[in-house]
């Protein structure tokens, strides 16, 4: 692995004409942050830079180019695949302090953001005007605009607004060689020269470093009907969402397999909504804007279901409380985490048809590899994405490669996506290439070095 | 401009030992083709190579590589920004033979089909499935999927669905040197790796060409409820969009000037289904899977827009007939082609709440210029896209470039989109700079030399 000195003393010194003493945190500032949501893995580089705006974070990269200097790039810290880390030798350049929301337009349906903006800040802004930015994720409260772009964000109403991607119409960026690149597109047509803004969306942070977006907004819904059912079998769940395909405003199809939910409801009778006496239960839920309309139509679909014996038994929620309550079933991961004891995590995609095969199949290969293992599954499986987590007695974080070595064979049987929504970061790197055909991986080279031919940016990210 | 010489024979002769004597089409039988689907631009290179297969056009692409043999892709021609037009010293490749639909997948909700399949091919083997492949266009019978991809093809439907690049979940292409870029994601979610299928949507054959696609399906609607409306002011055309997308089903919004509607209402009888006494008309479309929650939903629609006085008249489709008459108002080029007489045509993205001022300052722009002028105005409102055609009088063809001068500079001064849909071509490869910012064209720039350093495809488009 190639490596470059720490950054020189006079490197930080030259920074700090740049952006400040305001811009700069330095030893123990810098080391008292975590790159990582769950663990403490300190940032070990001498600094961590703080650029007032696109044109600070340009020069600073030009900087570190001349000099050869690595850089990670901070948002919020979130990301689950350690897309965060930064070596001693790494300088990391954080958005922080370029938050700031600058346009909201009703009319064209847009915000206009810098990069550190938290997610929240900007959903926010959006209600103000009657607006919805649609990506959701439990982190919003840290996670900054920036980062959904660099990781191209889900969530789970992806099926109704698709990953960050489809949300972002336009943004800035600057490239490892200090060049600023503005697409600040507004329109939803644009077809003027490449789409260059679909570079950076989910390049990890490779490409450059978003500075700016305009987020398409859209119509804020104000109703929301969310049932919770059991259903009798796999057949079903796919019979289920065949039909709630064609209510246009379905907003959430999230499945729980059996393993998860009895681990839930038996832990919490209050995350109890139906019996746990079937092998599948579902959250569905469709937001729109016309009370009567909304609740007819989901009723009518709920009632088709029923009478089909798609579902076993169901409750819906009649109170802000209750939707909470119903959709606090699918969000246990603290009951997952006491309960389970530490586990490996997974996010891939699976043919729907055969997410419940894949299950099967994974359950089998866990079996024979490791003997006992307890296991959960669940997933946006309206998106084709399904979560597992797999515990395999207490050395599961010693053996976790052994883990994922296991149920990505499956996955790749299974012809399925090593990450849906979460990136391969520097935790999943050593499995990209088995992932990626050998074309398409030619290619992501030939990007990369076309854009940063130093690898100067996230270096250990990706490939 | 650097020119190649012509094709050699011996060339040509290599190239068909590997796609065979059916692969070829050569001299008059290669002439007799129009490169334009207005003009006759004959091909006036040696041969048109049809390939049956992705490994033939790798094989043609990577001996045309190493001869520094330049390469022009046809689709369907259909493509009204002159990206098809070869030169003498430019080879054909012709998609027509690879026009399998390979699968229909119900429960994925997808199509994997051969880049030349048609536009209409696809739709049918969708509709037999129950379901939609929702990008429309006049010219479906002809247009290829590949070409759709190449131009990131729209058309009316995108304020619900979306333009071709968010129905494309994969494709597979070829690089200009032989490479075999295999990306056929099947997943609505899947961050392994850059989305590199992103590269090839909307460049316009520049970067490889596609040959396969696995296109996002959605469930077929089966109510369509449609209305003509006329409105008295621009704020009300504002007014009702805003409304409008709170309907769930909406599937179009198009506005037309007054301008527009005159001219086809006055010669047509058929085409006015309501007085031309206002100065904006616009069709309102939604699509839905309930006929009574739909119908209620959009009468109620209406009945609001009225009593608040947006609309000051309105015909509602009441049979597929009518639905298909209410269309034709929005679909009569060919009147404009009778009754205008030559006109230069432009799709560009105006900011929405400006659209109109954008028409009025570009006729105050064309009558200083040009004093009398003919022009028509209508578009996609609901996706900022405007189309607008000029007549200045018998040497319009003559002058089209001082035409399109007069109407970017207005456009620019909009900070509008050169291009919303058409894409740039070659027709409008010289108001690209202007329109692009520095860095986001010195990124174009890269790309294209990390992908086809020789510049071989298509190299006069775009840039």
């Not at 507004?186 to 490449?194: A, C, P, S, V």
């Not at 390049?203 to 987020?215: Q, Y």
């Not at 004891?341 to 099967?360: E, H, K, L, W």
Request: proline letters at 4%; a negative charge.
């Amino acid at each position: 692995m190639n490596r470059t000195e720490p950054a020189s003393p006079d490197l930080i010194d030259a920074i700090r004409t740049i952006v400040g003493e305001r811009g700069m945190l330095l030893g123990e500032d810098a080391r008292a942050r975590s790159c990582d949501p769950f663990r403490s893995v300190p940032v070990l580089g001498p600094a961590i830079v703080r650029p007032a705006d696109t044109d600070e974070v340009a020069r600073v990269l030009a900087l570190c180019h001349a000099r050869g200097q690595r850089v990670v790039t901070h948002g919020g810290r979130t990301g689950v695949a350690g897309g965060a880390i930064a070596r001693a030798d790494e300088l990391v350049i954080s958005l922080e302090r370029m938050n700031a929301i600058l346009d909201i337009d009703p009319i064209a349906m847009t915000a206009t953001v810098e990069a550190g903006a938290t997610l929240e800040a900007v959903q926010q802004a959006a209600e103000g005007q009657d607006l919805l930015y649609p990506i959701d994720l439990g982190a919003k409260g840290t996670a900054t605009i920036g980062g959904t772009i660099a990781t191209n964000a889900g969530g789970n109403r992806v099926i109704r607004w698709g990953m960050t991607r489809q949300n972002v119409l336009g943004l800035e960026a600057v490239l490892a060689d200090g060049t600023i690149v503005s697409a600040m597109n507004r329109f939803l047509k644009n077809n003027t020269g490449y789409d260059i803004k679909q570079a950076f969306i989910g390049s990890e942070g490779t490409l450059g470093i978003v500075t700016k977006a305009v987020l398409r907004l859209t119509a804020m819904p104000c109703t929301q009907n969310v049932a919770f059912v059991s259903l009798p079998d796999y057949a079903s769940v796919l019979g289920l969402l065949s039909r709630a395909r064609r209510l246009p405003q379905l907003s959430a199809f999230e499945v729980m397999w059996q393993d998860y939910y009895h681990l839930v409801a038996s832990h919490d009778p209050a995350r109890r909504p139906v019996e746990p006496d079937q092998p599948f239960y579902a959250i569905v839920e469709a937001m729109g804007f016309d009370d009567d309309v909304d609740e007819a139509a989901f009723a009518e679909f709920l009632e088709k279901a029923f009478s089909e014996g798609l579902i076993a038994d169901a409750v819906t929620a009649r109170s802000q409380k209750q939707v909470k309550d119903l959709w606090q079933v699918r969000e246990s991961s603290e009951i997952l985490v006491r309960e389970m004891g530490p586990f490996v995590p997974f996010d891939v995609s699976i043919d729907i048809a055969r997410a419940d095969a894949f299950a099967q199949a994974t359950r089998t290969a866990l079996s024979e590899r490791f003997g006992d293992f307890r296991m959960v599954t669940l997933g946006h499986l309206g998106d084709s994405n399904i979560h597992v987590g797999v515990h395999i007695g207490p050395e599961t974080a010693m053996r976790e490669i052994e883990v994922e070595e296991c149920v990505y064979g499956v996955v790749h049987a299974f012809e399925g996506a090593l990450t849906a929504e979460h990136g391969i970061g520097q935790a999943k790197r050593a499995f990209l290439p088995r992932h990626v055909a050998p074309g398409a991986l030619d290619m992501m080279h030939r990007l990369r070095d076309a854009m940063d031919e130093k690898h100067l940016l996230n270096r250990d990210v990706l490939f």
